[in-house]
């Protein structure tokens, strides 16, 4: 079952057959089986989040690592979480789309501010994992050219074609406005 934790206590997964994480500055402990209650060694991390945590920001489409719907931060890097299983997580840190925001005031973060203010989507399924992209390439370069964005973006796919109201609102935060 995962439980969250008071005190993260990570410990490898052997013998115990648990892993420990932190996803949006919360540490849980789980443990690994294939019991109702446990985490089964097959389960994706998005099937974690979304299915046993209810965390439901983080969306599946392709389901194999094909359209970066389900991208969020594993340590700081953009990762696909359908293509990463919960125990390979043992002892990392993951970011989610629910985790942006500011817990005290509930204000948006200011990359999420900005698709909002550019209507940077439609149906809106793909863009927690285009902001989730979004962030890690403004973590690693704050002030990306034009064509940065689109390159970092690569990996995220939207049908209802989104994309340039994505590239700008990415710039609008970054502080480059074009
Ligand atoms: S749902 Fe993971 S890449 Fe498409
Ligand atoms: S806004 Fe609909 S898939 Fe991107």
Known sequence: MAVRTKKHTH??????????????GQ????EVGTSPHQIDPAHTLAHTLRETLGLTGTKVSCDH????????????????SCMTLTVECDGKSIATVEGLGDPET??????????VDR?????????PGMIMSAKAL???????????VKQGLSGNFCRC??????????????????
């Open 65 to 80: 690592g094909a359209c970066g719907s389900c991208t969020v931060l594993m340590d700081g890097k953009a990762i696909l």
């Open 11 to 24: 410990r490898k997964n052997g013998g115990a057959g648990r892993i420990s994480l932190t996803i949006n």
């Open 161 to 178: 074609i989104s994309n340039y109201h994505v590239v700008k609102a990415v710039l609008a935060a970054s502080g480059k406005k074009r």
């Open 27 to 30: 540490p849980y402990e789980m």
């Open 106 to 115: 509930g204000e948006l973060d200011p990359l999420q501010q900005a698709f």
């Open 138 to 148: 403004l973590s690693e370069n704050p002030s990306p050219t034009e064509e940065e």
């Open 119 to 127: 209507t940077a989507f439609q149906c809106g399924f793909c863009t």
